[in-house]
């Protein structure tokens, strides 16, 4: 089996920064595309970014120039690096990974998600 475990959550005044964390662990013999994603009180969860592995990234635009996306394809790790955040930033944030794992298929998981709450 396959585990995302999240961390860096916390509480942050606007303006501030957060660096979260995602480790995958188990049994892994390839990983694709890692994602962010988060939701927040009342509303769907949305894609916050995308990195492959090669390394491209993509971002949603509300993110776009604050938030950077990295990975350690060694580590089986993903960040993100969160910069000048807003209320709105507020959310449970999800890593997600699509892992080639003890089936020889890609599967898609999910960590348990980690609070982030931007507040003055």
């Known amino acids: 089996q396959v585990q995302l475990v999240e961390s860096g959550g916390g509480l942050v005044q606007p303006g501030g920064s957060l660096r979260l964390s995602c480790a995958a662990s188990?049994?892994?013999?390839?990983?694709?595309?890692m994602t962010w994603h988060r939701q927040a009180p009342g509303k769907q969860r949305e894609l916050v970014a995308t990195i492959d592995s090669g390394g491209s990234t993509d971002y949603a635009d509300s993110v776009k120039g604050r938030y950077t996306i990295s990975r350690d394809n060694a580590k089986n790790t993903v960040d993100l690096q969160m910069n000048n955040l807003k209320t709105d930033d507020t959310a449970v944030y999800y890593c997600?990974?699509?892992?080639?794992?003890?089936?020889?298929?890609?599967?898609?998981?999910w960590g348990q998600g980690t609070q982030v709450t931007v507040s003055s």
């Open positions: 188990g049994t892994i013999f390839g990983i694709e595309v």
């Open positions: 997600n990974a699509f892992v080639k794992d003890y089936t020889s298929r890609y599967r898609d998981y």
